[in-house]
């Protein structure tokens, strides 16, 4: 009886473990496919907008977008 909880739970960690390193896995690839916008992003994305953009107004939208995110 003793055995199966023990089994039972060294299954239950290696499963929690092994997911960890997975979803980890996948989020790292995904973040090197799909890269978070940066400032060299946004100026290009204005640019083609047809607005100039400054510095203060990549700064102030890096900062809403920053805080949408709750990173701040």
């Known amino acids: 009886m003793w055995t ?6 060294l299954a239950l960690i290696a499963g929690v473990a092994l ?3 997975i979803a980890r896995k996948y989020m790292m690839d995904y973040l090197k ?3 978070p916008i940066n ?3 946004l100026k ?8 100039k953009p400054s510095q203060k107004k990549i700064n102030q939208m890096m ?6 995110q709750g990173k701040q």
């Open 4 to 9: 199966y909880v023990l089994v039972g739970i």
């Open 19 to 21: 997911g960890f390193f």
């Open 33 to 35: 496919k799909n890269p």
């Open 39 to 41: 400032e060299q992003m």
């Open 44 to 51: 290009v994305m204005m640019m083609q907008m047809g607005m």
């Open 63 to 68: 900062s809403a977008m920053n805080k949408q």
